[in-house]
Protein backbone atom coordinates (compact mmCIF):
# COMPACT_ATOMS: atom_id res chain seq x y z
CA UNK A 1 0.00 0.00 0.00
CA UNK A 2 2.26 2.38 0.91
CA UNK A 3 5.17 1.55 -1.76
CA UNK A 4 2.12 2.05 -4.27
CA UNK A 5 1.79 5.96 -2.96
CA UNK A 6 5.70 6.50 -3.57
CA UNK A 7 5.43 4.72 -6.89
CA UNK A 8 2.64 6.85 -8.13
CA UNK A 9 4.50 10.44 -6.69
CA UNK A 10 6.98 9.45 -8.82
CA UNK A 11 5.66 8.97 -11.49
CA UNK A 12 3.98 12.29 -11.27
CA UNK A 13 7.08 13.98 -10.90
CA UNK A 14 8.81 12.25 -13.35
CA UNK A 15 5.47 13.45 -16.22
CA UNK A 16 5.91 16.92 -14.84
CA UNK A 17 9.96 17.12 -15.79
CA UNK A 18 9.17 16.04 -19.35
CA UNK A 19 6.31 18.10 -19.89
CA UNK A 20 8.39 21.24 -18.62
CA UNK A 21 11.21 20.79 -21.24
CA UNK A 22 9.40 21.12 -24.58
CA UNK A 23 7.62 24.21 -22.83
CA UNK A 24 11.04 25.81 -22.28
CA UNK A 25 12.27 24.33 -26.18
CA UNK A 26 9.63 26.35 -27.78
CA UNK A 27 10.54 29.97 -25.92
CA UNK A 28 13.35 31.16 -28.75
CA UNK A 29 12.63 34.82 -27.50
CA UNK A 30 13.45 33.93 -23.76
CA UNK A 31 16.40 32.06 -24.68
CA UNK A 32 18.23 34.73 -26.53
CA UNK A 33 17.41 37.09 -23.73
CA UNK A 34 20.15 34.27 -22.00
CA UNK A 35 22.77 35.09 -24.16
CA UNK A 36 23.19 39.08 -24.27
CA UNK A 37 26.90 38.13 -26.49
CA UNK A 38 24.58 37.17 -29.15
CA UNK A 39 22.60 40.30 -28.96
CA UNK A 40 26.05 42.04 -29.17
CA UNK A 41 27.34 40.64 -32.38
CA UNK A 42 23.14 40.91 -34.00
CA UNK A 43 24.18 44.69 -33.52
CA UNK A 44 27.71 44.98 -35.50
CA UNK A 45 25.85 43.25 -38.50
CA UNK A 46 25.94 46.17 -41.15
CA UNK A 47 21.84 46.55 -41.52
CA UNK A 48 21.36 47.88 -44.70
CA UNK A 49 21.83 47.96 -48.18
CA UNK A 50 23.24 50.30 -50.92
CA UNK A 51 25.28 51.51 -54.02
CA UNK A 52 28.06 54.24 -53.75
CA UNK A 53 27.02 57.18 -56.15
CA UNK A 54 29.69 59.22 -55.27
CA UNK A 55 33.11 59.64 -52.59
CA UNK A 56 33.58 63.20 -51.22
CA UNK A 57 36.76 62.41 -49.43
CA UNK A 58 37.82 66.02 -48.82
CA UNK A 59 34.43 66.71 -47.08
CA UNK A 60 34.05 63.21 -45.70
CA UNK A 61 30.94 62.15 -47.47
CA UNK A 62 29.48 59.72 -49.26
CA UNK A 63 26.16 59.66 -51.66
CA UNK A 64 24.74 56.80 -51.59
CA UNK A 65 21.45 55.46 -52.79
CA UNK A 66 20.01 52.75 -50.07
CA UNK A 67 17.21 50.23 -49.56
CA UNK A 68 15.19 51.41 -46.48
CA UNK A 69 16.85 51.87 -43.09
CA UNK A 70 14.99 50.19 -40.46
CA UNK A 71 16.74 51.85 -37.86
CA UNK A 72 16.24 55.21 -39.01
CA UNK A 73 12.40 54.61 -40.21
CA UNK A 74 13.72 55.82 -43.87
CA UNK A 75 12.46 54.82 -46.71
CA UNK A 76 14.93 54.03 -49.95
CA UNK A 77 16.43 56.77 -51.43
CA UNK A 78 19.30 58.50 -52.71
CA UNK A 79 21.22 61.03 -50.10
CA UNK A 80 24.29 62.19 -48.82
CA UNK A 81 26.11 60.66 -45.20
CA UNK A 82 28.83 61.93 -43.60
CA UNK A 83 31.64 59.20 -42.34
CA UNK A 84 31.83 58.97 -38.87
CA UNK A 85 35.38 58.41 -39.56
CA UNK A 86 37.14 59.50 -42.96
CA UNK A 87 38.55 56.28 -42.86
CA UNK A 88 35.82 54.16 -43.92
CA UNK A 89 35.62 56.29 -47.45
CA UNK A 90 39.02 54.43 -47.91
CA UNK A 91 38.50 52.45 -50.91
CA UNK A 92 34.93 52.90 -51.59
CA UNK A 93 34.50 54.18 -55.50
CA UNK A 94 31.14 54.81 -57.16
CA UNK A 95 29.22 52.05 -58.54
CA UNK A 96 30.62 49.86 -55.53
CA UNK A 97 27.27 47.61 -54.31
CA UNK A 98 27.84 48.55 -50.14
CA UNK A 99 26.29 46.92 -46.87
CA UNK A 100 26.64 49.53 -44.43
CA UNK A 101 25.32 51.19 -41.07
CA UNK A 102 23.30 54.70 -40.78
CA UNK A 103 22.88 56.17 -37.76
CA UNK A 104 21.60 60.01 -36.55
CA UNK A 105 23.28 62.52 -34.79
CA UNK A 106 22.38 66.18 -34.22
CA UNK A 107 20.23 66.35 -37.74
CA UNK A 108 23.24 64.37 -39.72
CA UNK A 109 23.36 61.40 -41.37
CA UNK A 110 26.89 59.00 -40.39
CA UNK A 111 27.66 56.26 -42.10
CA UNK A 112 29.55 54.24 -38.61
CA UNK A 113 30.16 50.90 -40.57
CA UNK A 114 30.52 50.47 -44.17
CA UNK A 115 31.86 47.58 -46.18
CA UNK A 116 31.80 46.61 -50.03
CA UNK A 117 29.80 42.92 -51.10
CA UNK A 118 30.64 41.44 -54.60
CU1 LIG B 1 17.90 58.23 -46.88
Redesign the pocket.
Known amino acids: MKLNRIVFALAVAGASVAYAQPTQLTQPADHAAHHPEAEASASQELLSEGEVRKVNREAGKVTLR?GP?VNLD?PA?T?VFTAADPKLLDGLKEGDKVRFTADRKEGT?LVTAIRVVQ
Open positions: HLMMMY
